[in-house]
């Protein structure tokens, strides 16, 4: 009898987190994982690939697919998680700001997105979600932000794009659009105030993001959504 070959995920952003925990959720559904940030270390678990790397460097993403396939034999899913995230007047950033924050948000996207596509052609399909922001459809004065809007932004226009360019050849786009959720980059001292920016009057958690991205691997007719996990704000206030 043949067996299902073991479907494969490629998670950025995954040493610590929303990225850490994603690696842990598609374990449990059986799927082999890629994982990369800049500081992952070896696993123990012989379904999980880590290769360190800054996602910004293009030849991060060609050493994530051609290892993952070496690895694995297919890609499946990938989950583009890693981001950079710096609230600032528009007039202070820098061009150093800038170019660290498209790099990882935008060209590490375009980089790796590209190529895994193409591996998922391969094997008739896969799954392509983008981790994005709910700032980019409720803007704050509270949080100015306008390089994750322009960047993350991007990614989710491109998602619908994608979905509709690959909707006949077996590869679903979407992506989720988180609040603020309570990580470890948050300080204790400033949850309650960040708490109260949410109609549902608290944060999101790592487990909510995590829920959702799984969601949308299980949902074969969904495609070209970006899912918003934000505790209401992309709703009004």
């Given at each position: 009898?043949?067996?299902?070959?073991?479907?494969?995920?490629?998670?950025?952003?995954?040493?610590?987190?929303?990225?850490?925990?994603?690696?842990t959720?598609?374990?449990?559904?059986?799927?082999?994982?890629?994982?990369?940030?800049?500081?992952?270390?070896?696993?123990?678990?012989?379904?999980?690939?880590?290769i360190?790397?800054?996602?910004?460097?293009?030849?991060?993403?060609?050493?994530?697919?051609?290892?993952?396939?070496?690895?694995?034999?297919?890609?499946?899913?990938?989950?583009?998680?890693?981001?950079?995230f710096?609230?600032?007047?528009?007039?202070?950033?820098?061009?150093?700001?800038?170019?660290?924050?498209?790099?990882?948000?935008?060209?590490?996207?375009?980089?790796?997105?590209?190529?895994?596509?193409?591996?998922?052609?391969?094997?008739?399909?896969?799954?392509?979600?983008?981790?994005?922001?709910?700032?980019?459809?409720?803007?704050?004065?509270?949080v100015?932000?306008?390089?994750?809007?322009?960047?993350?932004?991007?990614?989710?226009?491109?998602?619908?794009?994608?979905?509709?360019?690959?909707?006949?050849?077996?590869?679903?786009?979407?992506?989720?659009?988180?609040?603020?959720?309570?990580?470890?980059?948050?300080?204790?001292?400033d949850?309650?105030?960040?708490?109260?920016?949410?109609?549902?009057?608290?944060?999101?958690?790592?487990?909510?993001?995590?829920?959702?991205?799984?969601?949308?691997?299980?949902?074969?007719?969904?495609?070209?959504?970006?899912?918003?996990?934000?505790?209401?704000?992309?709703?009004?206030?």
């Open positions: 009898m043949n067996q299902t070959p073991r479907k494969v995920a490629v998670i950025t952003g995954a040493s610590r987190g929303i990225g850490e925990a994603l690696v959720g598609y374990r449990k559904l059986g799927y082999a994982v890629v994982a990369t940030s800049r500081s992952i270390e070896p696993s123990e678990d012989t379904g999980v690939l880590t360190p790397g800054d996602i910004a460097n293009p030849a991060t993403a060609e050493q994530l697919i051609a290892q993952g396939l070496g690895e694995f034999g297919r890609i499946d899913t990938l989950i583009n998680n890693a981001g950079i710096i609230a600032k007047p528009f007039t202070d950033y820098t061009l150093e700001d800038y170019q660290a924050i498209v790099g990882v948000n935008l060209t590490g996207f375009f980089a790796l997105t590209q190529r895994a596509i193409t591996a998922m052609l391969r094997t008739g399909g896969g799954h392509v979600v983008n981790i994005t922001t709910s700032l980019i459809t409720h803007a704050n004065s509270q100015p932000s306008v390089l994750a809007s322009l960047t993350k932004g991007g990614l989710d226009a491109a998602t619908r794009s994608l979905a509709i360019e690959y909707a006949r050849r077996g590869i679903r786009v979407n992506a989720v659009s988180p609040g603020i959720i309570n990580t470890p980059m948050n300080a204790h001292q949850h309650s105030a960040l708490a109260a920016m949410h109609p549902i009057g608290r944060m999101g958690e790592i487990s909510d993001i995590v829920a959702a991205v799984l969601y949308l691997e299980s949902a074969p007719f969904v495609t070209g959504e970006s899912l918003h996990v934000d505790g209401g704000q992309a709703a009004g206030h």
